[in-house]
């Protein structure tokens, strides 16, 4: 995991977090673009996630540590190396 959090990052991991995807799995490039599609509008956005993950560290940390965890990974994983190899951003919207 990289020490450098982006807001884009962080609004990533926060979508995947309240993602329908199963905590360790390792889904390709596209399908954990297509679920944090779907988990921004599902929630209301990006604030929406963010509360969501809020209400999981209340209500459960001892799940919502290890899932932020496996989210953050995969993103730093999919996003930000493919970032530094291709020298792009790649946008979910």
Partial sequence: MTTETTM????????LFTSRLATGSRPGHDV????IRVAVRAHG???GCAGDV????GDHPETAVPRMRWARELVDE???ARRRSVGVWALVA
Avoid: F, N, Q, S
Wanted: glycine content about 4%; overall charge negative; aromatic content about 10%.
């Fill in 54 to 57: 809020a209400a999981e560290y």
């Fill in 78 to 80: 999919l996003y930000v």
């Fill in 32 to 35: 954990v673009e297509d679920a």
């Fill in 8 to 15: 884009l990052t962080a609004a990533r991991a926060e979508a």
């Fill in 45 to 47: 956005g990006v604030r």
